[in-house]
């Protein structure tokens, strides 16, 4: 016999995204980066090393400070306008367990563009362990997820009208992959302007990258020059800091 199971906050959560997100205007886009050198400098770290996610999102952080539309969210409200962060403000989707639920967790990276790798990694194992400890967002979008429909379809709507809540809680770009376990996701729901994901880093550095990005903001050349400069950025000051890591300390 059937068995009827109520919707967690979780679930309502990822339905209410969903159909907030249809209201964006996005278009895909995919590339090919490559960056062999990022792959064997990570690769020569003892585990654990910092997750490639948090690779790609300092590279796309890194780009967004040389190419202002990446910073940028759309508005309507009171009329449509666009609103430019100082720096790029992102998320990473990480999965985490909250009781006996598996939640699709919000880890906001500020300033990526200058924090240390392992910091970063730091923010999304804690936001592992701990979802509602160390996500605010997640907390107020599960406590959102307990009130009625109407006000939390609402609740989005103006949210979006007004763009700054979406930078607050969203930011301008989210990060979600499976490319570590041998996947690619090629778009997601999401109302943030930039949704990147990655696919597996083949073993001469070559990997797939994907974007859906806000047509309101954004157009087709801010996707390759987005991926140009995270090219450069992986290969250059990223797999430099990751060399780093790997080397032994300084004498006195």
Same mark, same amino acid.
């Given at each position: 016999?059937?068995?009827?199971i109520p919707l967690s906050p979780g679930r309502r959560l990822m339905g209410d995204l969903?159909? &907030?997100?249809?209201?964006?205007?996005?278009?895909?886009?995919?590339?090919?980066?490559?960056?062999?050198?990022?792959?064997?400098?990570?690769?020569?770290?003892?585990?654990?090393?910092?997750?490639?996610?948090?690779?790609?999102?300092?590279?796309?952080?890194?780009?967004?400070?040389?190419?202002?539309?990446?910073?940028?969210?759309? &508005?309507?409200?009171?009329?449509?306008?666009?609103?430019?962060?100082?720096?790029?403000?992102?998320?990473?989707?990480?999965?985490?367990?909250?009781? =006996?639920?598996? @939640?699709?967790?919000?880890?906001?990276?500020?300033?990526?563009?200058?924090?240390?790798?392992?910091?970063?990694?730091?923010?999304?194992?804690?936001?592992?362990?701990?979802?509602?400890?160390?996500?605010?967002? @997640? *907390?107020?979008?599960?406590?959102?997820?307990?009130?009625?429909?109407?006000?939390?379809?609402?609740?989005?709507?103006?949210?979006?009208?007004?763009?700054?809540?979406?930078?607050?809680?969203?930011?301008?770009?989210?990060?979600?992959?499976?490319? =570590?376990?041998?996947?690619?996701?090629?778009?997601? !729901?999401?109302? !943030?302007? !930039?949704?990147?994901?990655?696919?597996?880093?083949?073993?001469?550095?070559?990997?797939?990258?994907?974007?859906?990005?806000?047509? *309101? !903001?954004?157009?087709?050349?801010?996707?390759?020059?987005?991926? &140009?400069?995270?090219?450069?950025?992986?290969?250059?000051?990223?797999?430099? =800091?990751?060399?780093?890591?790997? &080397?032994?300390?300084? *004498?006195?």
């Amino acid at each position: 016999m059937n068995r009827r199971i109520p919707l967690s906050p979780g679930r309502r959560l990822m339905g209410d995204l969903s159909a &907030a997100s249809r209201a964006v205007p996005r278009f895909l886009i995919r590339g090919r980066l490559s960056i062999p050198r990022a792959r064997a400098a990570r690769a020569a770290l003892p585990a654990p090393r910092p997750p490639w996610t948090t690779l790609f999102a300092k590279a796309f952080a890194m780009a967004a400070q040389q190419h202002p539309p990446l910073r940028r969210v759309h &508005a309507s409200l009171p009329w449509p306008h666009l609103i430019e962060a100082p720096h790029a403000q992102g998320c990473v989707m990480v999965e985490a367990r909250d009781g =006996e639920e598996t @939640l699709l967790a919000p880890a906001r990276l500020f300033r990526a563009h200058d924090a240390p790798l392992p910091d970063l990694a730091r923010r999304l194992a804690a936001v592992k362990a701990s979802p509602r400890e160390a996500s605010p967002a @997640l *907390r107020w979008m599960l406590a959102t997820g307990r009130l009625p429909w109407p006000l939390r379809r609402a609740g989005y709507a103006l949210s979006m009208g007004l763009g700054w809540p979406v930078l607050r809680l969203g930011g301008n770009y989210a990060i979600s992959a499976l490319g =570590e376990h041998g996947a690619e996701l090629l778009d997601s !729901v999401s109302i !943030v302007p !930039v949704f990147l994901s990655f696919g597996p880093i083949a073993p001469d550095g070559g990997v797939n990258l994907h974007f859906a990005m806000d047509h *309101r !903001v954004l157009d087709g050349s801010d996707a390759i020059r987005a991926m &140009a400069a995270m090219q450069a950025a992986l290969e250059g000051p990223i797999a430099d =800091e990751l060399a780093a890591l790997d &080397a032994p300390p300084p *004498r006195d």
